[in-house]
DNA sequence: TGTAAAAGATAGTAAAACTATTATTTTTTT
DNA sequence: AAAAAAATAATAGTTTTACTATCTTTTACA
């Protein structure tokens, strides 16, 4: 199992000077991600990051607007290299559902890594997409975020399971909704699992969660999909609504 | 259609006084609702609050704790709410399903309203919990906010949600998450169709997007929960499991 | 070696999130 | 109806955050 060196490329909207290139720069996503995992983005301020990295404030802030669109990089960040370790793990694989069963597998974090990059703690910024992630479009600017390109690469990767699934079903009627749907739904019940256990069925033992939460998506993926074309021998009726009643 | 009144009871450790006994109380509710539907929260402040209703700072401090507890507040007030027009709307209807579509109708809020208190802007309120409702529980106080029963009415909600799934089919393995997606599949469907069209398959078209949000909910839901029982002639086979590869 | 860009150091502003104090009004009790 | 209690209003103050301005020093590199 070798680790590649992976490159991933952050929106150029998301910096004013690209921190990846520079020493101050990679400190800055090494510290934040390790301080935001510890105390949360409410309590994460640039003044604490600047005593932590023996820096001033303002040299922050010639990174990054402020400290929402540092938060906004670092998922970018993160939804980059899942998209990279999807591109990987499947590139030579044939079937479709095969496929799409990996992406299930990375996004519910149960994959076996195959990137480090020195200085992003992978597991610690997963633990903020699941923890913080959410705030990145629930509040009033969002639609100026989403011109200047800040969704970019959710949108992308939610875009990537969407083809797979028409490509699975080509009559699936909600490809966008299942796509995103599955993704919140990992983040969900990982989260859950921690802190809000009545609201998922699945369990924080074992080191088996992970794993949980993808059984939990692949039932939930592969029911949606077929649900309505298998039922009675194949035929293509719509069985289950008349069943319902 | 009778607008009906409900006494929607709020959990205690909420408020420090109950703001529904008492005029300065409802004023806060009533502002509060309409200030943040307008300006969402981060922007939303006590002392702007208090302008607004030609009160003082302190004199709503004297009601919740922090702006925090208010806005859980008004979602449990919201959720409450919810489960008050599930419990009129399903109380003489004996098929489980039917009971179920009609809770998939009243959380995509597609449903006729039946009740309504003067001091609250259901309306405002829905939008609030699609745009913000996230944040109440993605922050590092989470579990100390569960203990105080912050999230009750919500898992309350959920719950019974996944009894009626269980009732449907009792072999269902996951009544909990499936519960807990189809309440956030309907509001992040709700909010992708305004902010993020990319994300989901719903269009905010013709006054018909919560029908439309409905139609996705029982189209999941129901295909999750029967995918798995009635493929090859009812037998309760895992004939989709094999389909997939 | 010189120049430009980056980084550091220091100081300052405006607003938010409270808290304390006191005065006034309203409500309740006797 | 008067006294006591509670709620509200008015004012002022503290700490922290988010951000800006300015100036000096260091570093990169041509």
Redesign the pocket.
Known sequence: MNNLIINIKVHEGLYL?DPQT????RRIIEHSVRMIDEMGME?F????LSKEI??????I???FE??HQLFVYLLNWYWEWVAARINLNTMNIESAAKRLKIVLDVIADSAKKNSSIEFVDEEALHRIVVQEGAKAYHHKKVDANNKEGFFLAYKQLCEKIADLVLEINPNFPYPRSLASTLVETANNNLYFAQHLPRLTDVKDEENRLSQSVKDLLEYFCFGIIYAYDFTKNGKHEKTLLSLQN
């Open positions: 000077i520079t020493k101050l720069g309590c301020t640039f003044g604490k023996n820096s001033a404030e303002p040299s802030y010639r990174y402020n400290k």
